[in-house]
């Protein structure tokens, strides 16, 4: 079965650029996206189809998606932006989730 | 604005059956989207549980295909899960969420989630 790879944990200090990857085999023949998941809340969507920011969702968040590997970027990371994120994609007809990373900001 | 609530027991007995309805208001059902199911183990990562067209149409996940039945009645605007012989590992927090239909399936509304617990 599909598989998507992340990392366990992020780490970035205030005002600088986080990057979360996703791996996964020929990710980027198919479109991926990005929940971000704060403790105690539901699962909020930040990038669809690989780089599409919905509406709401701040400028600094921006997504790619190439080769074997998609990556979530946070610009200018704030300490709201601490939080589980989750890369997500469509295969053989599922839903198929990273295992999430942990995005720490200090 | 869309919304999604889910209901039902939140305590299940082991080997019985896991039953909760997702209501969805602000958007009719049959105006089109999938609607699906995805849990949350206390602590772990999010699980894709399976999907529904407005016309009955399924998408599910294999590995719980087999005790999986979802529903849908667009008379009352809901959608519904039904896990059957449930065990401890399908204590979790369960989310109904609103599917694009195409691209990476992405899920934009969600509701806020309920915890069922499978203890006797």
């Known amino acids: 079965s599909y598989e998507l790879t992340q990392p366990p944990s992020v780490s970035v200090s205030p005002g600088q650029t986080a990057s979360i990857t996703c791996s996964g085999d020929k990710l980027g023949d198919t479109y991926a996206c990005w929940y971000q998941q704060k403790p105690g809340q539901s699962p909020v969507l930040v990038i669809s189809?690989?780089?599409r920011r919905p509406s709401g969702i701040p400028e600094r968040f921006s997504g790619s998606n190439s080769g074997n590997t998609a990556t979530l970027t946070i610009s200018g990371t704030q300490a709201m932006d601490e939080a589980d994120y989750y890369c997500q994609a469509w295969d053989s007809s599922t839903v198929i989730f990273g295992g999430g990373t942990k995005l720490t900001v200090l | 604005q869309v919304q999604l609530q889910e209901s039902g027991p939140g305590l299940v007995k082991p080997s019985e059956t896991l039953s909760l309805i997702c209501t969805v208001s602000g958007f009719s059902i049959s105006s089109g989207y999938y609607w699906g199911w995805i849990r949350q183990p206390p602590g772990k990562g999010l699980e894709w549980i399976g999907n529904?067209?407005?016309?009955?149409?399924?998408y599910s996940n294999p590995s719980l295909k087999s005790r999986l039945t979802i529903s849908v009645d667009t008379s009352k605007n809901q959608f519904s899960l039904k896990l059957t012989s449930v065990t401890a590992a399908d204590t979790a927090v369960y989310y109904c969420?609103?599917?694009?239909?195409?691209?990476?399936?992405?899920?934009?509304?969600w509701g806020q989630g309920t915890l069922v617990t499978v203890s006797s």
């Open positions: 189809q690989d780089s």
């Open positions: 529904i067209y407005h016309s009955g149409s399924t």
């Open positions: 969420a609103r599917h694009h239909t195409s691209g990476s399936y992405a899920l934009d509304y």
